[in-house]
């Protein structure tokens, strides 16, 4: 007989509709862009071609609040505890 489990799974979501699914967060990452020619005044002409460097992506420590949920287009700082409470999934 299957065994089961007596805690539940914690969902996280957006603290204002309770959506938990569709979020943008605000990174920095590394890239290398290319650059064609320069200038007059000595600025860049890009060649628009960039190599990001997906593994130093990281949350921007400037952004208040870096997370936006996707259905109600909200900003937050952190998830919140969406388990009891009717979630919402984005359209």
Wanted: proline share 7%; aromatic share 8%.
């Amino acid at each position: 007989m299957p065994h089961k489990s007596r805690h539940k799974s914690k969902t996280y979501g957006c603290p204002h509709c309770g959506s938990t699914e569709g979020f943008a967060e605000a990174n920095l990452m590394e890239a290398t862009a290319y650059v064609s020619t320069f200038d007059g005044h000595g600025q860049p002409n890009y060649a628009g071609e960039s190599d990001i460097d997906w593994d130093s992506q990281r949350l921007d420590p400037s952004k208040e609040k870096p997370y936006q949920c996707e259905a109600c287009v909200k900003s937050f700082s952190k998830p919140s505890l969406v388990t009891g409470r009717q979630r919402k999934k984005a359209a």
